[in-house]
């Protein structure tokens, strides 16, 4: 069997945390593995959506091994990543937030990878990569 490359590696990441969420699973497994990927779930561990997570290097583009706390309703990566500016983030959050207390976006700008509260209080814009709530 050929291993095709993962054309999307956050999307990959989302979709597998979601479906393993959906099943009540304690942890899961996501290959493979980008620095992005890697601040995406920094940030959403510093939310406490996700507990502890590790890298583990398999010589195949590697692996994460991430600890469910069982919080993520829904989340996905946003295709294409939409620019946004400082003040432009509540469209996004109608369109992807069910309510605007509830989840957040993930931004990736200039100082890194962070939710969009945070590039708020910043003053910050970017590019939209992900969400989860």
């Not at 890298?55 to 091994?65: A, E, L, Q, R, T």
Request: a positive charge; one cysteine or more; aromatic letters at 10%.
């Amino acid at each position: 069997m050929i291993d095709m490359p993962t054309t999307n590696i956050l999307a990959n990441m989302f979709v597998t945390l979601y479906n393993t969420e959906a099943r009540r699973k304690g942890d899961c497994v996501v290959l493979p593995t980008s620095k992005l990927a890697t601040d995406v779930l920094k940030t959403l561990q510093n939310h406490s959506y996700i507990g502890e997570f590790e890298h583990v290097d398999d010589k195949k583009g590697g692996k994460f091994k991430i600890q469910l706390l069982a919080k993520i309703t829904k989340c996905g990566a946003i295709t294409p990543r939409f620019k946004v500016k400082k003040d432009g983030y509540a469209k996004w959050e109608q369109q992807y937030l069910p309510s605007y207390s509830r989840g957040m976006l993930i931004v990736t700008t200039n100082q890194g990878v962070m939710s969009h509260h945070e590039a708020i209080k910043k003053g910050l814009g970017g590019l939209l990569i992900g969400f989860v709530y």
